[in-house]
């Protein structure tokens, strides 16, 4: 099929290789933005002064000190073009942040959940109240607000904004843009939390020199097991995806699964698993739906000080992660992992497990066990992961409005 590019369609590209290069290298000069982009001069400059005008991006000039000649004019998008509400829904809390056009957190409101409350109706009510009370808070009315992004662990509808399946929620799936809609004109993404985690690495990776990588791996420990893995393209950017990896069929030893399953590598990595080997609970008790950490530390006390069942908790836990990457290795080239999550408070007492559990893969065997990184700041990595895909969306929104 032959496919027409027309003045209009090339202009909005070339506009957004603009918008983007101002996204992922900051404030740009029209010398730098012909450089990152690959293009022209003279089409560098009619965009910018189109987006200028339009009030999308702004110029601000800037002298070098002892520097001579006329100051460096920079482009960056302009902050009150537009706004974002990135929301990240976790079992205790839902966090609800402020972000402006060009990026910048503006406000953050933190609310408890109740961890027995699983309601998607009560939910529902809750969550559409704290939307309400942050737009509020930040003197901004529902219309300035573009964009609204929801991350969450679970399954997430590939086509549209709708929780399938969450560790808090169950089977009661939230289809969010039915629920924004009647209130809302922004658009509405949501997103896998671990996917997120995966994009935040892979575009600092994508944006530093020294690393020769094409991909990563990221997996999440905590009271759920998430798994994402990017890609790295230059034309396309960051590719992401987050695989249903926490419910993949570990061993029916593993014991009953918060998905209803047995078996599942989070029914023996994830809090609850561990906490039931510890303390020799039956295999098929009903899982928790939350462990407090005080309660995990406690078990991880025992296990440094020796205790039996609580060590050989965490070794199985750490196999049962090992073995599950062995297969993703086999299925993929070799990329380096990033075990991120409240659970890497413990990796000390997973880690001999899980490289016991990567052993097993051919691929690993024959190019050894790959780089495996502990980055314990995976709240600002979701966090950073979810502004700069809504950002994105929020981009080509405007680009192809115009």
Not at 97 to 114: F, I, P, Q, T, W
Not at 364 to 379: F, H, S, Y
Request: aromatic residues 6%; charged residues 20%; proline residues 4%.
């Amino acid at each position: 099929m032959l496919i027409k590019f027309s003045p209009e369609l090339m202009r909005q590209q070339n506009s957004g290789l603009v918008l983007s290069a101002l996204r992922r290298f900051g404030p740009q000069s029209h010398t730098e933005l012909s450089l990152s982009t690959g293009l022209a001069s003279a089409t560098v400059s009619a965009i910018t002064a189109e987006l200028v005008l339009a009030r999308i991006i702004a110029k601000s000039e800037h002298v070098q000190q002892g520097a001579r000649g006329r100051p460096r004019v920079l482009f960056s998008p302009r902050s009150d073009y537009g706004y974002l509400i990135v929301v990240r829904i976790s079992s205790d809390m839902v966090e609800y942040s402020m972000v402006d056009y060009s990026g910048k957190l503006m406000d953050r409101v933190e609310e408890a959940r109740n961890g027995s409350e699983s309601r998607t109706s009560q939910f529902a009510r809750d969550f559409l109240a704290g939307l309400d009370r942050l737009a509020t808070r930040s003197k901004l009315t529902r219309e300035q607000v573009r964009c609204i992004s929801i991350s969450s662990k679970g399954l997430t509808d590939a086509k549209k904004p709708r929780l399938n399946w969450s560790p808090i929620f169950g089977r009661e799936q939230i289809d969010f843009g039915s629920l924004l809609a009647p209130a809302w004109d922004a658009a509405v993404m949501l997103n896998n939390e671990t996917l997120l985690v995966a994009h935040a690495l892979a575009t600092h990776m994508a944006r530093t020199p020294s690393q020769h990588h094409t991909g990563l791996i990221v997996m999440s420990l905590g009271h759920s097991i998430g798994l994402g893995i990017a890609n790295l393209n230059q034309s396309d950017g960051v590719q992401a995806s987050a695989p249903n990896f926490g419910h993949m069929l570990h061993q029916s030893g593993a014991g009953l699964c918060r998905c209803g399953s047995n078996g599942c590598i989070e029914a023996a990595a994830g809090f609850y698993g561990i906490l039931r080997m510890a303390f020799e609970v039956p295999s098929d008790t009903i899982p928790a739906k939350f462990v407090p950490l005080t309660e995990m530390d406690k078990i991880a006390a025992l296990a440094r000080s020796g205790h039996k069942m609580a060590t050989y908790a965490f070794r199985q836990a750490g196999l049962a992660l090992g073995s599950g990457l062995s297969r993703v290795l086999n299925l993929y080239e070799q990329m380096p992992i990033f075990v991120t999550g409240p659970g890497v408070r413990y990796f000390d007492l997973l880690e001999q497990g899980l490289d016991d559990g990567l052993s097993q893969s051919l691929q690993a065997r024959l190019q050894g066990v790959p780089d495996i990184t502990v980055d314990t700041n995976e709240t600002l990595l979701v966090f950073n992961g979810n502004v700069d895909r809504a950002l994105g969306a929020v981009d080509e929104n405007v680009l192809a409005s115009r």
